[in-house]
C-alpha cells in the first residue's frame, strides 16, 4: 500500500462542521472534506468537477499539536439600513500542527503530491484566510496509513516540545473499519458545485491514545530530574 503523507500547520486553521451566516465552527482536526477540496483546488480542477478518486481515498489524522480554540467575534450592518446590525462570530484553531495521510492509488496518490508541490491554486487551511506555513505534502511512504501515522516523526513545533509533558498521546482520528468503534460524520464529499454542494456520511474512529511520544526535550522532564525533592530530603538525611 502506498500512503502520502501531508503537514498542515499555520497561525490559523478553521475546518467547518457547520456553516451558518451567524456562526462558523470549526472542528478540531482537518475534515476529509476540507482536505480533498484543498486537494482539488492544487490539481486545478472546478468546483462542478467528479472527485469520486479523491474520495475513494482512505483518510487519517495525527493530532500532533493541539491547537486552541479562538473566535473572531464581528458585528456586520445592513447594507441598506443602518440601524439594523448582525453579530458574527468565526472560530479558528490558532497554532496546531497535523499530520494528515491518505492510501490508496499510488498514481493517483503521486498526482495530488506533484500538485501540492507546484498548486494551480494556493492552498489554504479550512478557508482562504489561513495559508500553510511552509510546505503541505511530505511525500510518498510505501507502507499503509495506519503505520505510516504511527511511524512518521512527531512534526510538533519547538516551542511546543518544550512546554508539552515528557510523555504524551497523540490522538489518530480516520475511516473507520468494519470492526472499529465509529461515529458518522457528514464528512463524505460529492460535490462542490456553488449551486448545489453535497455532502454524504462516512464512519469515523478516535483512537485517543493512538500514538505514543517520548519527548526528550520537555522542560518538564528537565525540572522533575534537576529538582528531585524526595531525593534532596533522603540525601539530607531526612526520612
Known amino acids: 500500500m502506498t500512503t502520502l503523507l501531508l503537514r498542515l ?5 478553521s475546518w467547518g462542521t457547520s456553516c451558518k451566516f451567524n456562526s462558523r465552527r470549526t472542528g478540531r482536526e482537518p475534515t ?8 482539488a483546488s492544487a490539481m486545478g480542477r472546478c468546483r462542478d468537477s467528479p472527485v469520486d478518486d479523491l474520495n475513494g481515498l482512505h483518510f487519517g489524522v495525527r493530532v500532533d499539536q493541539i491547537g486552541e480554540l479562538i473566535r473572531d467575534y464581528h458585528t456586520v450592518h445592513h447594507p441598506s439600513d443602518d440601524k439594523r446590525s448582525y453579530i458574527t462570530n468565526r472560530y479558528y484553531l490558532a497554532d496546531a500542527v497535523f499530520l494528515v495521510g491518505l492510501e490508496g492509488d499510488g498514481d493517483v496518490l503521486r498526482d495530488i503530491d506533484g500538485a501540492l508541490k507546484s498548486p494551480a491554486f494556493p492552498p489554504y487551511l479550512g478557508r482562504r484566510s489561513c495559508p500553510p506555513a511552509g ?28 512546554k508539552t509533558d515528557p510523555e504524551l498521546y497523540l490522538e489518530v482520528v480516520c475511516d473507520a473499519g468494519p470492526d472499529d468503534a465509529a461515529v458518522a460524520e457528514r464528512d463524505n464529499p460529492l460535490s462542490f458545485s456553488q449551486t448545489h454542494r453535497r455532502y454524504g456520511a462516512r464512519s469515523v474512529t478516535h483512537i485517543v ?11 518538564k522532564r528537565r525540572y522533575v530530574t534537576e529538582h528531585d525533592a524526595i531525593s534532596e530530603l533522603k540525601d539530607s538525611g531526612g526520612e
Open 9 to 13: 500547520s499555520g497561525p490559523l486553521q
Open 32 to 39: 476529509k472534506s476540507g482536505i480533498i477540496g484543498m486537494i
Open 209 to 219: 491514545n493512538g500514538v505514543h511520544i517520548n519527548n526528550i526535550e520537555s522542560r
Open 135 to 162: 510546505k503541505v505534502s511530505l511525500g510518498l511512504r510505501d507502507s499503509p496509513l495506519a503505520d505510516s501515522l504511527r511511524n512518521e516523526p512527531w512534526i510538533a513545533s519547538d516551542w511546543y516540545r518544550k
